[in-house]
């Protein structure tokens, strides 16, 4: 557990601070954490998925304006359905992953949605749908492959350095 | 069995995380969070505001480039308007230079009513250096004779010397060739006006007791019939005079930039008359008479 914790940190939290760049800069862009926490699920255990779930979700939260815990809600409930799949993504192939991003994105959008409402923000969805919804899955979808091929790199590495250890 | 424990173990992990992030969120909704949010947000900042930074450089740089690109490519397109327009003011200054002559000799014209004149482009200087001459595109089609002056509004350029049939060659009167009688125009003092290979004029034959004041304008007298009388031929710059000999003579500058010249006009109206008739009469007389 240390040792993948200990790695989920720093890679979520550049991830997270990433995402706030590219969104002041671009207006715009991949929710790299999202990302992160899904291409680890797929291939990780769950127990290792719920961790990066929290992490990257309150390191998420620290750098908005939403409750701090509400991105973690929506990556609770997307590392536990890939699990509920139980395949491995080598497996389920190219269709399957694009799906995974578009329900990621879908449940995130959801969840923030509807706690943003639930603590007394406005949400406009109509406008919410068409410029920020609509977008960052078409970024998420193309953003996701050097992500996932970045993440399985390093699950490899902690996974052998588990291993091989003393 | 061993499924089943399984299963109800991941469902409570579920509800478990569940409310562990509802619980967050209440109690950040609430403000209980926020001195652990602020103190752990502080170093996230940090990272954030440098990670800004280089993305915001990166983004300047690449922008920065396309507008380098932008820039090179309005800067073609702006150097070829300013070639076409530098074209286009040199043609107008042309045309403009054009017109600034030819009013002139229009001017001339109507200062001299009495004559016909025939406008002609100057098409070639003679480059030889030994003669001073000028082709216009004037010939015989046109009426132009050999002998005919040929003259600017700023004064006397010279006579037709040879004619084809769509050109002729004008001497120049600043070719040691030509001597055109002239006179000054304040103390009517008549002299001979001869070409100097140098371009200047110098007018000879002036009796010695002639006071030849400088800046005097010299014109034509129309003399001995090849030139018709009053078109200016110079200005008196300086004088010359020697005891030993029997005539004065001065320096003399044409009024006219004989190598800038584009436009001339021919007078046409104007017959040279041949007095060589009356050399040969009084030749013959002098012979009857048991002259030399």
Redesign the interface.
């Known amino acids: 557990m240390g040792r993948y914790l200990t790695v989920s940190i720093p890679i979520l939290v550049l991830a997270a601070t990433i995402e706030a760049s590219f969104i002041r800069v671009f207006l715009g862009g991949p929710e790299l954490v999202m990302l992160c926490v899904l291409a680890w699920a797929v291939n990780g255990s769950l127990e290792e998925s719920v961790t990066w779930a929290f992490v990257g979700g309150i390191a998420s939260d620290l750098l908005s304006a939403a409750p701090t815990g509400t991105t973690s809600l929506g990556l609770i409930i997307l590392v536990f359905v890939i699990s509920r799949l139980d395949r491995q993504v080598y497996r389920v192939g190219f269709f399957l992953i694009l799906s995974l991003v578009i329900f990621a994105t879908t449940v995130q959008f959801v969840t923030s949605s509807l706690i943003l409402v639930l603590a007394g923000f406005r949400v406009d969805l109509l406008n919410s749908l068409s410029y920020v919804f609509v977008p960052t899955v078409g970024y998420n979808l193309v953003a996701i492959w050097p992500v996932a091929m970045i993440l399985r790199r390093i699950q490899r590495w902690v996974r052998d350095d588990r291993v091989f250890a003393p | 069995m061993v499924q089943s424990s399984w299963r109800s173990n991941?469902l409570v992990?579920?509800f478990v995380?569940?409310f562990?992030?509802?619980?967050?969120?209440v109690?950040?909704?609430v403000g209980l969070?926020a001195p652990v949010?602020n103190i752990?947000?502080a170093p996230?900042?940090a990272?954030?505001g440098a990670?800004?930074r280089?993305?915001?450089s990166l983004?300047q740089s690449a922008e920065e480039l396309a507008q380098i690109r932008d820039l090179r490519a309005r800067n073609r397109a702006l150097e070829e308007t300013l070639a076409q327009f530098q074209s286009e003011l040199v043609e107008l200054r042309e045309i403009e230079s054009d017109y600034d002559r030819l009013a002139e000799l229009l001017d001339y014209t109507t200062t001299r009513e009495a004559e016909d004149f025939l406008a002609a482009d100057v098409i070639n200087v003679d480059q030889s250096g030994q003669l001073r001459t000028i082709a216009v595109n004037r010939g015989t089609r046109d009426g132009v004779a050999v002998g005919m002056p040929v003259v600017t509004g700023e004064g006397l350029v010279g006579r037709i010397l040879n004619v084809s049939a769509n050109a002729s060659r004008v001497l120049l009167i600043t070719d040691p060739t030509s001597a055109v009688s002239s006179r000054l125009q304040s103390s009517r003092v008549e002299g001979t006006v001869i070409g100097q290979l140098s371009g200047n004029l110098r007018l000879t034959f002036i009796p010695l007791d002639e006071e030849i004041p400088e800046g005097d304008l010299v014109i034509t007298s129309g003399l001995g019939g090849n030139f018709p009388p009053d078109i200016v031929v110079g200005q008196v710059t300086s004088t010359r005079q020697f005891e030993f000999e029997l005539f004065q003579e001065a320096q003399v500058r044409s009024l006219i930039d004989f190598n800038t010249l584009e436009f001339v006009l021919v007078v046409t109206s104007f017959e040279p008359i041949d007095i060589s008739v009356f050399e040969e009469a009084d030749e013959d007389a002098e012979t009857i008479n048991g002259g030399p």
Do not use: K
């Open positions: 991941r992990f579920f995380s569940m562990a992030c509802l619980g967050l969120i109690l950040s909704v969070l949010e752990v947000a996230l900042n990272i954030t990670v800004n280089a993305t915001l983004s």
